[in-house]
């Protein structure tokens, strides 16, 4: 679904670094999420934000921080990247009381 | 919190078999409950919702039943096909806002042909 692109696709990068992951949608939802994945543990909420002036943390927060540019953009940042911040991440978006879409993801991988 | 629990892990079963999930919550305050199925390097995507005011909803070949009593929740799918193959999660919406979902850790399903 070309309506929530993320980039980048791929990204490998070096413990220590500061990684930047960008998220933009089309569909004009004020709901945006980010979510981590790893084998066996699931989708877990990183951070989401309900509007462009409202940020809450998500289950799994540490190490990670957010800014919500536009309606349409919201990006995570991994200030100091560390070797098990390695998985793929999903930015999703939402409309108050509908279902949740998601981006193509971004395989992140620390070493 | 919310927390999710899903069995099993993995599920074969043989083409036109049916395959049952199950997903247990914790908060009777939930009243939403998504289905996602993500296909091998596929993003997830919503197969089949339910809330919390009915017990069950069908989609052709898919279904979903609630038991709030029992805070459980099942998908049921009949007469599978190869291309069922995918892993399927389950969430909950959680008392702390109807979109803030948690996740099921994920059940792959494997149909042979």
């Known amino acids: 679904d070309a309506d929530v692109t993320q980039t980048p696709r791929n990204r490998i990068t070096k413990t220590g670094k500061r990684i930047m992951l960008e998220c933009s949608q089309t569909?004009?939802?004020?709901?945006m999420y980010w979510y981590r994945q790893d084998p066996g543990l699931g989708l877990r909420l990183i951070y989401y934000s309900f509007d462009v002036k409202d940020i809450n943390k998500g289950e799994i927060s540490d190490g990670y921080s957010v800014s919500r540019q536009a309606q349409a953009k919201f990006s995570l940042s991994l200030e100091s990247a560390i070797p098990n911040q390695t998985a793929l991440y999903f930015c999703a978006t939402s409309e108050p009381a509908g279902e949740q879409y998601f981006g193509p993801g971004t395989r992140l991988t620390v070493t | 919190g919310e927390n999710v629990e899903q069995h099993p892990s993995t599920l074969s079963v043989q083409e036109g078999d049916s395959a049952v999930i199950k997903c247990t919550y914790s908060d009777s305050a939930s009243n939403y409950f998504p289905w996602y199925k993500q296909e091998l390097g596929k993003r997830p995507q919503l197969i089949i919702d339910?809330?919390?005011?009915?017990g069950e909803k069908k989609d052709q070949r898919i279904a979903v039943t609630l038991n709030k009593t029992a805070k459980h929740f099942s998908l049921h799918i009949t007469e599978t096909q190869p291309e069922d193959s995918a892993v399927y999660f389950c969430?909950?919406?959680?008392?702390?806002?109807?979109?803030?979902?948690?996740f099921g850790t994920g059940t792959r399903l494997l149909v042979s042909p």
């Open positions: 339910i809330r919390s005011n009915v």
């Open positions: 969430a909950a919406s959680g008392s702390t806002g109807f979109q803030k979902l948690v």
């Open positions: 569909k004009g939802h004020d709901r």
